[in-house]
């Protein structure tokens, strides 16, 4: 079956604009999970939902970031005054089950955000 | 302190060879994740676990729960086994990483 979808694959934006990161999970996965890897460092958390509700946002670096689900399904990551430090590659996750980490997560390929 | 060490973080093995890394946590947990990331960047789930031992093929992952500690181990190591593993702990704090070089 279809895996994990994310667009676009790659986006290049100048400073200051702003960018929007789709994800596409799986059909019928409940849970959705936000991951940033920054050019040779680790993966780094940004924000989960369960279904719709976002219970934890703590990941999220600024209030420049926000994200939404809508349906239960299709989920958008939001950038807003684009900066150089946002330069990274964005993964989205999803899994069957409730509770975040609780559950295997199957990846999607990421967009590799470059901001000039 | 990262509360998810990994070691070692980079790891050479001749073709054939057995191979552990660790992961210890310094933190309550219900669940431990094992990743794979492949050079492309693709990241495969291995395994999840909350206690004792799983296997998949070559693949192995045991954990200690009460020494907060987990390792990943692969048997009759592969050249294609060339990736970076990479461990998470239940809210999904990651650790940094172990960058494994199989050779023929």
């Known amino acids: 079956g279809a895996g994990v979808s994310q667009s676009p694959s790659n986006k290049v934006t100048e400073k200051g604009k702003d960018v929007e990161l789709r994800c596409d999970p799986i059909?019928?996965?409940?849970?959705l999970y936000w991951y940033r890897q920054s050019l040779g460092q680790g993966l780094e958390f940004l924000i989960y939902f369960q279904g719709n509700s976002a219970p934890d946002k703590s990941g999220l670096p600024s209030d420049r970031f926000s994200a939404e689900r809508t349906g239960g399904s299709v989920s958008t990551l939001t950038i807003q005054r684009t900066q150089q430090e946002d330069s990274a590659v964005y993964l989205c996750a999803s899994s069957p089950q409730t509770g975040r980490g609780t559950d295997t997560q199957y990846f999607g390929p990421g967009t590799r955000l470059t901001v000039l | 302190k990262n509360e998810v060490e990994q070691s070692p973080q980079n790891l050479t093995a001749q073709e054939g060879e057995f191979i552990t890394i660790n992961c210890s946590y310094s933190?309550?947990?219900?669940?431990l994740h094992w990743l794979q990331q492949h050079p492309g960047g693709g990241i495969v789930s291995l395994f999840m676990l909350s206690s004792g031992k799983k296997k998949h093929g070559r693949l192995i992952a045991t954990i200690n729960i009460q020494e907060k500690h987990s390792s990943l181990h692969i048997t009759a190591s592969h050249p294609r086994d060339s990736a970076v593993y990479i461990c998470?702990?239940?809210?999904?704090?990651f650790g940094a990483g172990t960058r494994l070089t199989v050779k023929p």
């Open positions: 059909s019928g996965h409940t849970a």
């Open positions: 933190v309550g947990i219900s669940a």
């Open positions: 998470a702990v239940t809210d999904m704090r």
